[in-house]
């Protein structure tokens, strides 16, 4: 059995400039969630991906978007990067509907974003 | 959604028992608790959940309160290895119908030898 995989695991960008990070599930989950973590913070939920259509989103703007492809493997983009946006950002998989007590998410590595 | 807090830090000596409370007063029937950790800024490692029976498995124990305001994780025999941050997160519906977490800040727990 194959675990959350995230790539690229370190990127360097300058403000202004458009970033996309890549997960893949694990085999069988068909839900992605993206997570945004900030040194030093607990993950902040951006947003879920359930059968390739965005299924519940957190506070945060609208240049944060995101796909989920028919493999259930998702991206995240986020346009004019900002220094705010330098976090380390975790995908995580899980079971969707009709699995409500055994609802585990299993988090990525994470890809480490920098923004100069 | 309902919040957590928790201590920021910990120290437990090494083959003690570790209580990292939790508090998530504002938590609704429904919400699962769950706790993960996190090592070295690695990917949130899953640990044990419930709702409102007291839980165990082969790494903790979970303790919830009548009331569901507060939980007590516990690591029976905490080693150098269970060095990490612990996630008390409430498991909050999503307006479709799906599952997000929401995290706490997290109690940073330094086993020491």
């Known amino acids: 059995e194959t675990g959350v995989t995230q790539s690229p695991t370190h990127l360097i960008k300058t403000r202004g400039q458009q970033v996309t990070l890549r997960c893949s599930s694990q085999?069988?989950?068909?839900?992605v969630s993206w997570y945004q973590q900030a040194l030093g913070q607990g993950p902040q939920f951006i947003f879920q991906?359930?059968?390739?259509?965005?299924?519940g989103r957190g506070n945060f703007p609208p240049r944060f978007s995101g796909l989920q492809f028919p493999n259930y493997s998702s991206e995240l983009n986020v346009n004019a990067l900002e220094l705010d946006d330098s976090a380390l950002y975790l995908c995580?998989?899980?079971?969707?509907?009709?699995?409500?007590?055994?609802?585990?998410?299993?988090f990525g590595p994470g890809t480490r974003l920098t923004v100069l | 959604d309902a919040k957590t807090t928790q201590p920021t830090s910990m120290d437990c000596a090494e083959g003690r028992a570790a209580n990292l409370p939790c508090n998530h007063s504002t938590i609704s029937g429904n919400e699962y608790v769950y706790w993960y950790r996190q090592i070295h800024s690695q990917g949130p490692q899953y640990i044990i959940h419930?709702?409102?029976n007291n839980e165990t498995n082969e790494m903790a124990s979970l303790i919830i309160t009548e009331d569901r305001k507060s939980s007590t994780l516990i690591l029976p025999h905490a080693t150098l290895r269970d060095t990490a941050v612990y996630y008390c997160?409430?498991?909050?519906?999503?307006?479709?119908?799906?599952?997000?977490?929401?995290f706490g800040t997290g109690t940073r727990l330094k086993v020491l030898a």
């Open positions: 085999s069988g989950h068909n839900t």
């Open positions: 419930g709702l409102k």
């Open positions: 995580a998989s899980s079971l969707g509907f009709g699995h409500q007590k055994y609802n585990e998410q299993f």
């Open positions: 991906y359930y059968r390739e259509e965005e299924n």
């Open positions: 997160i409430v498991r909050t519906s999503t307006t479709s119908g799906t599952y997000k977490y929401i």
